[in-house]
Structures are given as C-alpha cells and as structure tokens.
C-alpha cells in the first residue's frame, strides 16, 4: 500500500469527485481530504492510498494535469519527520 500526497486542489473538491478521478487508476484504499473547519470546504491538499503499481500509474497520469481550473501536483507522501515540524 502506498499513500499519495495531492496538492493544489480546488476548493470545491469533495471525497467523492477526487475518488472519481483517482479510481480510474485503480482502487481508492482510503482517503483524507483536509477540510476548513468553519467552511467545510478543501484547504488544497489530502491523501490517498493505493496499491503500489495503482499509485505509480496515478501519479503518472495526474501530476501536472488539471482538476476543476487547477494543475494538480501529485507524488508519494514524503517522510515529514525527519528535520522539519516543531522542536522538541
């Protein structure tokens, strides 16, 4: 399994339209669209897990491409842990 950072998503996006043009690469396994908290609308990013060979083939087929008036930016989600974030 492996899990896609999306980026530069439209506002307007909803689970059910990026599953949409996700699962023409293969099956959405799960996924966590951020949302505002007081509008309920999409903050421009989320993720998604796929089957490996599913997520090479989406992230070849969508990255760069335009979703609702914006280029989409779509890649493996990248380790966040190491450098980066708050001190402890």
């Known amino acids: 399994m492996k899990k896609l950072f ?20 293969g099956k959405v396994r799960s996924m966590n669209l951020v949302k505002d908290l007081f ?15 599913e997520a090479r083939a989406a992230i070849a087929g969508l990255n760069g491409k335009s ?15 190491k450098g980066r974030g708050r001190r402890r």
Do not use: W, Y
């Open 6 to 25: 999306v980026g530069s998503l439209p506002p307007t996006t909803t689970e059910e339209s990026l599953s949409a043009l996700f699962s023409q690469f």
């Open 39 to 53: 509008s309920g609308n999409c903050k421009g990013f989320g993720f998604l897990e796929m089957e490996g060979h």
């Open 67 to 81: 979703f609702e008036g914006n280029i989409l930016k779509v890649n493996f989600e990248q380790d966040r842990s």
